[in-house]
């Protein structure tokens, strides 16, 4: 069942940018879903619509089998369910300390004391970022710091979290550990929407995958589905995982028997090089 939903909608920014353009998308409840596309393609202004920060020119969102309304008190429901981490955690992360960060959003659904320090605590853990609690946001690295702005979102228990380029700006171990915390909350039953115009970490997490480009989805279907049309991968501007495009090449230049689809991961590379190579 879709937990998220946009109906054809189309969002204008008020100076007249065209932003989204009759844009379908769908994430499946507990699924990992990614949005891939180059900057400005849309994907930060199609999240702020699933919590309802902008409303659409056109078009419908459903969250959760629900129509999206505009009222406050409906608001506020939603967004208890639909956790968004923005792309800088300078947006995200105001209070003097860690632990005041993570509890300013249980606090405001005016839950007790008991439970507010309960769930900081279990959302640091989650995060790694346990024993950091007194320290200031920002002295953290760029890696904590994305890893607090989560702990903040989880601490109000979404059911899905969005995450808007959620690795940019890290070095590997930052991204890594942060994919890692993504998988683990998805294995526990959450639904994650990532956007990134990393192709090299889309096939590993996801389950599916939209293609936008200037403002409109081009593209859906699974990892392999998608990166099997190259020429829409390019089209916009986007890249074969490195992996693809080395098996790619093996076959078109080197006339090593690999067909498409090309392998996504290292994981089916090592798999389709070894049956080759033992046949
Ligand atoms: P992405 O997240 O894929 O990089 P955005 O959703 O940020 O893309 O931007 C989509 C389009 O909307 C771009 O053309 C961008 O310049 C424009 N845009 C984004 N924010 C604003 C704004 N506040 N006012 C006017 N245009 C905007």
Do not use: C, W
């Not at 189309?10 to 990992?32: H, M, W």
């Amino acid at each position: 069942m879709n937990i998220i939903e946009t109906k054809n909608i189309s969002y204008f920014y008020p100076d007249g940018t065209k932003a989204l353009e009759n844009v379908d998308f769908k994430a499946k409840r507990g699924k990992i879903v990614a949005l891939l596309g180059p900057n400005g393609a849309g994907k930060s202004t199609l999240f702020l619509h699933f919590n309802g920060i902008l409303r659409p020119n056109s078009g419908n969102i459903i969250i959760d089998s629900e129509p999206l309304s505009y009222d406050k008190k409906h608001l506020m429901k939603v967004r208890q369910k639909v956790g968004i981490v923005f792309q800088n955690p300078d947006d995200q992360l105001f209070a003097p300390t860690v632990i005041e960060d993570v509890a300013f959003g249980p606090m405001n659904m005016g839950l007790t004391d008991e439970e507010v320090e309960k769930r900081v605590k279990e959302a640091l853990k989650k995060v790694g970022m346990a024993g950091f609690e007194n320290k200031a946001p920002h002295h953290l690295s760029g890696g904590q710091k994305k890893r607090v702005a989560i702990a903040g979102i989880l601490a109000m228990r979404p059911q899905i979290m969005v995450l808007d380029e959620p690795t940019s700006g890290l070095d590997p171990r930052g991204a890594s550990q942060i994919l890692r915390i993504l998988y683990q909350l998805n294995q526990e039953g959450m639904t994650i929407v990532i956007s990134t115009h990393d192709v090299d970490l889309v096939p590993l997490y996801a389950y599916n995958v939209y293609i936008i480009n200037e403002g409109k989805i081009i593209k859906e279907g699974s990892p392999p589905e998608v990166f099997e049309d190259v020429k829409t991968i390019r089209k916009a501007n986007l890249r074969l995982p490195r992996i693809a495009h080395l098996m790619e090449i093996l076959e078109k230049e080197d006339k090593l028997p690999f067909e498409k689809p090309y392998p996504l991961t290292i994981g089916e590379a090592r798999r389709r090089i070894l049956k080759e190579f033992n046949e």
